[in-house]
């Protein structure tokens, strides 16, 4: 048996995990920057994974989410910088879409528009046949 071990060609930032979990509560970012007690900036640098979470702002994150720990979410940071450097990507930017397409079109295949099949004309209803007055 072997033993193959999965290494994506995509990132996921910190943030979204945080965002999967401000989503099961109905919570927002802004909320979660209040309790943070951040600028704005900072935690939606976080959501993009542009702001880097230290050792303080993972014991935030644990103590205001109510899920991990400090070590998941430095762990969780640090994966995602070093799948960034891997790929060749900076942390906080986008895949740009062309790489993207090119990315999919390498794995999967160049991309075909599915064939419409042409619409069905509605067929009229027939109309009940009138009862004749005798």
Known sequence: MTNKQFIPDWVTAPGDTIQDILDQHGWTVDDLTAWLACTPER??????????????????????????????????????????????MKPGGAIPEKEFWRRAEKRYGPYEEPTKKPARKAKAAKKPARKRAT
């Open 43 to 88: 935690a939606h640098g976080l959501m993009r994974g542009s702001v880097r979470i230290n050792k303080e702002f993972a014991r935030r994150l644990t103590k205001v989410l109510g899920a991990g720990t400090e070590q998941f979410w430095l762990n969780r940071d640090r994966q995602y910088v070093e799948d960034c450097e891997r790929l060749g």
